[in-house]
Nanobody
Framework: VQLVESGGGLVQAGGSLRLSCVAS???????MSWYRQAPGKERELVAT????????NYADSVKGRFTISRDNAKNTVYLQMNSLKSEDTAVYYC????????WGQGTQVTVSS
């Protein structure tokens, strides 16, 4: 499975970004997640969505600001990020659960204050 993220960039605090992650190479993918890793910190789970999209879970730090969604017809998972804060600055990674766990290469999100 190959995962390709896009949509990162530089945004001012209070702004919005939408990340996308396209999966290819496998017909079996269940839950998908977004993680992030800030400089000098461990990678942390941001949000997870179940295979059909009915269950979604978020880190407390992003609840009410971020929304995870997926389009299975396009093999794509999204992360809509609103009201961005400087502490959201990180490399954001997509993870897919299939026969194994698969990771994308990451996309940089920088929020300027």
């Amino acid at each position: 499975v190959q995962l390709v993220e896009s949509g990162g960039g530089l945004v001012q605090a209070g702004g919005s970004l939408r990340l996308s992650c396209v999966a290819s190479g496998s017909s079996f993918i269940s839950a998908m997640s977004w993680y992030r890793q800030a400089p000098g910190k461990e990678r942390e789970l941001v949000a997870t969505i179940s295979s059909a999209g009915g269950n979604r879970n978020y880190a407390d730090s992003v609840k009410g600001r971020f929304t995870i969604s997926r389009d299975n017809a396009k093999n794509t998972v999204y992360l809509q990020m609103n009201s961005l804060k400087s502490e959201d600055t990180a490399v954001y990674y997509c993870k897919a659960r299939g026969y194994s766990n698969y990771w994308g290469q990451g996309t940089q999100v920088t929020v300027s204050s």
